[in-house]
């Protein structure tokens, strides 16, 4: 009988390789293994070491764990209710990825006419990209305030004291995404 970890790493693999439209020999050449190697982990049959599997994970920007778990379905549904749902000061944030991608956070703000929200200085090096979508918001940080309007886009660094405002009387929507700075 196959190992299980065995069977879900081929299956994972072939699929992110087709997905992406590569040929084993592509991907193994960026995961900077060789492509019997590749090959041989795709049949089902490979036992590779911790470090080629962490190579690998890296050429797909994956968790190690995303490789040898269970294959996912191709798409799955998640409604608003099974989404991360918080509330900062008078700001409803809520967590826009259900699945973790590594270094990246990607919340929608929502905002109450005259609404505010303190912002939590992040890991040295992040920063943080927050877009207007409906409504006026204003983000204060490094001494400065910027005025965004729907469609607008500030770019700013996220380890520093910031807050954001609805300065208007409608309720204002945002979203944030946070990238955070890689680990040395």
């Known amino acids: 009988m196959a190992d299980p970890t065995a069977v879900h790493l081929a299956a994972n693999l072939r699929q992110l390789r087709e997905a992406r439209g590569l040929t084993q020999a592509q991907i193994a050449r960026t995961a900077g293994v060789p ?18 599997l962490v190579k690998v994970a890296a050429a ?14 191709a798409a799955r549904l998640y409604r608003a209710t099974e989404l991360t749902t918080r509330t900062r000061g008078t700001t409803t944030v809520r967590r826009l990825l259900p699945d973790p991608i590594a270094g990246m956070e990607l919340d929608r703000l929502e905002l109450p ?8 200085p992040h890991t040295p090096g992040t920063r943080e990209y927050l877009t207007c979508e409906r409504g006026v918001i204003e983000l204060a940080a490094a001494g400065e305030v910027w005025t965004l309007r729907a469609g607008d886009v500030l770019v700013f660094r996220g380890d520093q004291k910031h807050g954001y405002r609805n300065p208007g009387a409608e309720p204002a929507i945002a979203y944030s995404v946070v990238c955070f700075s890689p680990s040395p």
């Not at 041989?40 to 049959?45: F, N």
């Not at 797909?60 to 379905?73: D, M």
């Not at 006419?113 to 912002?119: A, D, E, L, N, Y």
């Open 60 to 73: 797909l920007q994956l968790r190690v764990e995303e490789l040898i778990g269970p294959p996912k379905a």
């Open 35 to 52: 492509r019997p190697t590749w090959a041989h982990l795709e049949s089902g049959a490979g036992n590779p070491t911790l470090a080629i």
């Open 113 to 120: 006419p005259r609404g505010h929200m303190t912002g939590v």
